[in-house]
């Protein structure tokens, strides 16, 4: 079965830094991988997915991540964060085989806090 | 736009109430879930359905049912409302004849059971 791991629960940054938020994942094959972000009372909007090709790969409001096979990771990246992503990012897998109606599986969370 | 619509933004109910969480999807996906939110834990898999009528057990079942009469609708069930399912309640729907897509999701359910 996959899995996903999202070691850091909270992570404080200062606004306009540089952020990472890191995501390892479980799975017998290529997956695959999305990013997802959660503002205070809201549903979940995607950021940016994978599936193949190059493994750099652009989503909305500024943010990359990058798939390494290797270290089964798939990091979230923002060069200059603001005070708007202050929320809650969940990387998520999904498989690759079957009929996609086992859904996608998520990691537990990460609480970015943006420091003025 | 794609738009997955959950009935209520806030529910407050009383222990041993038989509780309805609707969901509906304008996207005509086959495939609908529902999930539950809680801190710490993420997101868990309650149930989820891959065509009317169909629904599979996801990872935490006990204590809901649900419900899926047409293909753009998908009802969360709380047969006797406990306190431990006091969460938020996520609905999504994803396509399955494509492989790579994400899942859509609608704005949350807060429940609570008093």
């Known amino acids: 079965a996959q899995s996903v791991t999202q070691p850091d629960i909270h992570i404080t940054v200062s606004e306009g830094a540089s952020l990472e938020l890191r995501c390892n994942y479980s799975y017998g094959a290529t997956p695959y991988l999305f990013w997802y972000v959660q503002s205070p009372g809201q549903g979940l909007q995607l950021l940016l997915k994978?599936?193949?090709?190059?493994?750099l790969v652009q989503g909305i409001k500024g943010f990359e991540a990058e798939f390494k096979r290797s270290q089964s990771s798939f990091n979230l990246r923002k060069p200059s964060v603001h005070w708007s992503d202050a929320a809650e990012y969940f990387c998520a897998v999904g498989a690759r085989s079957g009929g996609g109606a086992d859904g996608l599986t998520f990691g537990k969370g990460t609480h970015l806090i943006i420091q003025p | 736009d794609v738009k997955v619509t959950q009935s209520s933004r806030y529910l407050v109910k009383r222990t041993g109430e038989k509780v309805f969480l609707e969901c509906v999807q304008d996207?005509?996906?086959?495939?609908m879930f529902w999930y539950r939110q809680d801190p710490g834990l993420g997101l868990r898999l309650i149930y989820f359905s891959y065509d009317v009528k169909m629904k599979e057990k996801g990872d935490i079942p006990e204590g809901y049912s649900v419900s899926r009469e047409k293909k753009e609708r998908f009802s969360l069930i709380l047969e006797s409302a406990s306190t431990n399912q006091t969460s938020m309640y996520l609905c999504?729907?994803?396509?399955?004849?494509?492989?790579?897509?994400?899942?859509?999701f609608g704005q949350g359910t807060r429940l609570t059971v008093v």
């Open positions: 994978y599936f193949s090709g190059d493994t």
């Open positions: 996207m005509d996906h086959e495939n």
């Open positions: 999504a729907s994803r396509i399955t004849t494509v492989m790579n897509t994400e899942a859509f």
